[in-house]
C-alpha cells in the first residue's frame, strides 16, 4: 500500500510537472514570436496567425520566425533526450552528445561534403542528417571500441575520458578543414558550428520532423530498460535483458537523435547534460518520468537561448549555442567537482 501511494505521488508529481513546463515552453513561444528587430505586439501576432494580418508580419512570422521555433524546440527535445539515454547507459551523469564527441563527428561529416563540394553552399536539407548519422554512428563506434576493456566491460570514467579525446581530435581536423573553405562556404560553416539554428525555414523543419516523431516514442517505450541499465548490469542481465543487444538500439536512437539535432541546428553544446540534470532533479532517476521533462526542458532552453540571443544586441545576433555555453560551461565544471571517483 505504502508503495503503492509514493508511486503514485510520484506520478502525480510528474503530471504536473509535465503540464508546468508545456505551459512555459507555450510562454516561451508567443514571447519568442515577439522578439526579433522588426517587432510585432501580442495583438498583432493573434492577428497574423488568424491571417488578418500585413504581409510584412506574414512573412516574419510564418516564413521567418515560426519555422525556426519549431526546429528550436526539436532539437532542445532531441539533444536533451540524448543525453539522458547516454548518461544512462553509461552510468555517467556528465554523459552527452556533445562532450563524449558524437556531435563532433556529426559535424565533421556535414563539414567534409562541403569541402568535397564546394560549389555548394550547404548539404540538402533531407541529405543532411544522414550525412551527419554517418559521422556521429562512425565516431560513437570508435569511443566504444576504445573505452571497451576486456572482461571489465566499459568505464563510466573510461568512457567520458575517451569522448573528450576523440571529440578533441576530431574538432582539430574540422578546423584544419575549415582554414581550406572559400569564404561563402566559411560563414555558413562558422555559423553552423557555434549553432545559430541556421537551418530554420520549413524544409529543414519537415527534414527534421521524422527523425524526432520516429526516435523519441522508441526511446519512450525503453524507459524501463534505460532504469535497468542505469542502476546494475548484473540485475538487468539476471531479469533476461540483453544488455549489448538493448545497449546497441539505445545508442543507435541516441546517436540518431543528436546527429539529426546537429546537422540541422549546428553545434549546440550542453543541452544533452543540462535536460536529463534538470529533470532528474524534478522527478527522480525513473525514466518513464524522466525523458518527458528531459525533452520539454530541453526544448525551453534552445528557445530561450535563441530568443535572447536575438534580443540582446540590436546590431546584431548571438548564436543560440553561445547564450547556452555561458550556462552549460559553468555547470558542467559545478558537476565534475561534485563527482566523485
Same mark, same amino acid.
Given at each position: 500500500m505504502?508503495? &503503492?501511494?509514493?508511486?503514485?505521488?510520484?506520478?502525480?508529481?510528474? %503530471?504536473?510537472?509535465?503540464? *508546468?513546463?508545456?505551459?512555459?515552453?507555450? %510562454?516561451?513561444?508567443?514571447?519568442?514570436?515577439?522578439?526579433?528587430? !522588426?517587432?510585432?505586439? $501580442?495583438?498583432?501576432?493573434? /492577428?497574423?496567425?488568424?491571417?488578418?494580418?500585413?504581409?510584412? /508580419?506574414?512573412?516574419?512570422?510564418?516564413?521567418?520566425?515560426?519555422?525556426?521555433?519549431?526546429?528550436?524546440?526539436?532539437?532542445?527535445a532531441? +539533444?536533451?533526450?540524448?543525453?539522458?539515454? *547516454?548518461?544512462?547507459?553509461?552510468?555517467?551523469?556528465?554523459? &552527452?552528445?556533445?562532450?563524449?564527441?558524437?556531435?563532433?563527428?556529426?559535424?565533421?561529416?556535414?563539414?567534409?561534403?562541403?569541402?568535397? !563540394?564546394?560549389?555548394?553552399?550547404?548539404? $540538402?536539407?533531407?541529405?543532411?542528417?544522414?550525412l551527419?548519422?554517418?559521422?556521429?554512428?562512425?565516431?560513437?563506434?570508435?569511443? !566504444?571500441?576504445?573505452?571497451?576493456?576486456?572482461?571489465?566491460?566499459i568505464?563510466?570514467?573510461?568512457?567520458? *575520458?575517451?569522448?573528450?579525446?576523440?571529440?578533441?581530435?576530431?574538432?582539430?581536423?574540422?578546423?584544419?578543414?575549415?582554414?581550406? *573553405?572559400?569564404?561563402?562556404?566559411?560563414?555558413?560553416? %562558422?555559423?553552423?558550428?557555434?549553432?545559430?539554428?541556421?537551418?530554420?525555414?520549413?524544409k529543414?523543419?519537415?527534414?527534421?520532423?521524422?527523425?524526432?516523431?520516429?526516435?523519441l516514442?522508441?526511446?519512450?517505450?525503453?524507459?524501463?530498460? +534505460?532504469?535497468?541499465?542505469?542502476?546494475?548490469?548484473?540485475?538487468?542481465?539476471?531479469?533476461?535483458?540483453?544488455?549489448?543487444?538493448?545497449?546497441?538500439?539505445?545508442?543507435?536512437?541516441?546517436?540518431?537523435?543528436?546527429?539529426?539535432?546537429?546537422?540541422?541546428?549546428?553545434?549546440?553544446?550542453?543541452?544533452? +547534460?543540462?535536460?536529463?540534470?534538470?529533470?532528474?532533479?524534478?522527478?527522480?532517476?525513473?525514466?518513464?518520468?524522466?525523458?518527458?521533462?528531459?525533452?520539454?526542458?530541453?526544448?525551453?532552453?534552445?528557445?530561450?537561448?535563441?530568443?535572447?540571443?536575438r534580443?540582446?544586441?540590436?546590431?546584431?545576433?548571438?548564436?543560440?549555442?553561445?547564450?547556452?555555453?555561458?550556462?552549460?560551461?559553468?555547470?558542467?565544471?559545478?558537476?565534475?567537482?561534485?563527482?566523485?571517483?
Amino acid at each position: 500500500m505504502d508503495i &503503492d501511494h509514493f508511486s503514485h505521488k510520484r506520478k502525480s508529481r510528474s %503530471v504536473r510537472l509535465i503540464l *508546468l513546463f508545456a505551459v512555459l515552453l507555450l %510562454v516561451g513561444f508567443v514571447l519568442s514570436l515577439n522578439t526579433g528587430p !522588426y517587432s510585432i505586439g $501580442p495583438f498583432e501576432v493573434l /492577428q497574423t496567425l488568424l491571417g488578418e494580418g500585413s504581409k510584412k /508580419q506574414s512573412l516574419v512570422l510564418f516564413e521567418l520566425r515560426l519555422p525556426r521555433m519549431v526546429i528550436a524546440v526539436m532539437i532542445g527535445a532531441g +539533444l536533451a533526450v540524448s543525453g539522458a539515454i *547516454l548518461q544512462g547507459i553509461s552510468r555517467n551523469g556528465l554523459s &552527452d552528445p556533445g562532450i563524449l564527441g558524437i556531435s563532433s563527428g556529426a559535424g565533421l561529416a556535414v563539414l567534409l561534403f562541403v569541402s568535397l !563540394y564546394p560549389a555548394t553552399n550547404m548539404a $540538402p536539407p533531407f541529405l543532411m542528417p544522414f550525412l551527419a548519422l554517418i559521422g556521429a554512428t562512425a565516431t560513437a563506434g570508435i569511443i !566504444y571500441m576504445l573505452a571497451y576493456k576486456k572482461g571489465h566491460g566499459i568505464s563510466p570514467t573510461r568512457l567520458l *575520458l575517451t569522448g573528450i579525446a576523440v571529440g578533441a581530435g576530431l574538432s582539430a581536423i574540422s578546423i584544419i578543414l575549415t582554414l581550406q *573553405l572559400n569564404p561563402r562556404n566559411l560563414e555558413f560553416v %562558422v555559423t553552423w558550428q557555434m549553432g545559430s539554428l541556421w537551418g530554420s525555414n520549413w524544409k529543414f523543419v519537415l527534414a527534421l520532423l521524422p527523425w524526432m516523431v520516429i526516435l523519441l516514442p522508441y526511446v519512450y517505450r525503453k524507459a524501463n530498460v +534505460l532504469n535497468l541499465l542505469s542502476m546494475n548490469e548484473h540485475i538487468a542481465a539476471s531479469l533476461g535483458v540483453s544488455l549489448q543487444r538493448e545497449r546497441l538500439a539505445l545508442m543507435t536512437g541516441a546517436v540518431g537523435l543528436a546527429a539529426s539535432s546537429v546537422a540541422t541546428g549546428g553545434g549546440i553544446g550542453f543541452i544533452g +547534460l543540462l535536460g536529463p540534470h534538470i529533470a532528474r532533479r524534478l522527478v527522480g532517476p525513473q525514466h518513464q518520468y524522466m525523458l518527458p521533462i528531459t525533452a520539454l526542458v530541453g526544448s525551453l532552453l534552445v528557445l530561450a537561448g535563441d530568443t535572447i540571443g536575438r534580443s540582446i544586441m540590436p546590431a546584431t545576433e548571438v548564436p543560440a549555442g553561445i547564450v547556452i555555453s555561458l550556462i552549460g560551461g559553468p555547470y558542467f565544471l559545478y558537476l565534475l567537482i561534485r563527482t566523485k571517483g
